[in-house]
């Protein structure tokens, strides 16, 4: 049983199964670290956003602007071989996709929560205030829940964008599906056979992400209609 399937597969995928297998879960990783540091790091800097303190508000709004507004790539390659130039300490790849991945995340997410924070109708705060409820309470428990609820459709595509951008991480030699479908292919020299594969990959690892990013999402808006 096992020879009849061995032989319908491609002669890479026997060989080379266990290094695609690793390649995805690489490029899982790193959107993971994307979206957890990411959303955690943009929650506080969309807060600092919104400061009544230019000398807070301002340089976490340049910097936001900075990133948002410069390619992936770009960062990438200030980060990994122009930063250990300058400051003389050196980076492995991983470690600056992960701080690439994670400062453009952060970014990202900041202005879609932002927004949602401004959704919020001011007197629902000001109702709370009045009410004698902290300021702690207020963000944490009516505030918050509501933008995060409301930017949820944005969020999901931010999460989906940042797993179709980790296979930028292959310019600095990270081992994600790019990078190892790559280095497959010029060896086998089945270039059609092996990026074929790869396609399909991303676009079955997208749909689960996508399947379970409509979950959460329609769990959240069932939770906050109780």
Excluded at 55 to 77: C, D, K, M, Y
Excluded at 183 to 194: C, E, L, M
Aim: proline share 5%; charged share 10%.
């Amino acid at each position: 049983m096992y020879s009849i399937v061995s032989d319908l597969l491609p002669g890479f995928l026997t060989q080379y199964w266990l290094a695609l297998a690793f390649a995805v879960l690489t490029s899982l990783k790193f959107l993971a670290l994307g979206v957890g540091v990411g959303f955690t790091a943009g929650l506080g800097l969309a807060i600092a956003q919104l400061s009544p303190s230019p000398w807070l508000r301002g340089p976490v709004v340049a910097l936001v602007e900075l990133i948002r507004n410069t390619p992936l790539l770009v960062q990438l390659f200030w980060i990994h071989f122009a930063l250990p130039a300058l400051t003389g300490i050196g980076s492995s790849p991983e470690r600056s996709a992960a701080i690439g991945i994670a400062l453009s995340g952060a970014c990202y997410f900041s202005e879609i929560i932002r927004g949602g924070i401004q959704g919020v109708p001011k007197g629902q705060r000001d109702a709370a205030a009045a009410l004698g409820l902290s300021r702690w309470c207020i963000w944490s428990r009516i505030v918050l829940p509501q933008a995060v609820i409301d930017t949820l459709p944005a969020l999901a595509n931010t999460v989906l964008s940042f797993f179709k951008a980790t296979s930028i991480l292959s310019v600095i030699a990270v081992p994600e599906l790019m990078m190892t479908s790559t280095r497959i292919s010029a060896r086998t020299g089945d270039p059609i056979g092996v990026l074929t594969l790869m396609t399909l990959l991303y676009i079955f690892v997208g749909a689960l992400l996508t399947l379970m990013l409509h979950r959460v999402e329609t769990a959240f808006k069932l939770r906050s209609t109780r």
